[in-house]
């Protein structure tokens, strides 16, 4: 589910070469802003056919990491 994730978030975000590792800061490492997030969160949520946006999962997701906790979180719960 990283890759899934990384790639989206490479479509959303010019990451300037930079990987995306668990450990990965949306904010200091990639110069993510809330609209970039916003987007990331949509296309999560079509992805994987979750709701995320009632609780801001990638709003309050500090790394790539904590967001891959909580959309495997989702995607378990929706099962």
């Known amino acids: 589910m990283l890759d899934e994730i990384s790639t989206i978030i490479l479509k959303t975000i010019d990451t300037k070469g930079r990987a995306i590792r668990p450990e990965t ?14 987007e990331i969160e949509m296309a999560l949520e079509d992805k994987y056919r979750i709701d ?25 719960n929706k099962k």
């Open 52 to 76: 995320i946006l009632t609780d801001r999962t990638v709003m309050y997701s500090k790394t790539v990491g904590d967001l891959l906790k909580a959309v495997e979180a989702r995607v378990k």
């Open 25 to 38: 800061r949306f904010a200091d490492d990639l110069g993510a802003d809330y609209l970039d997030l916003a």
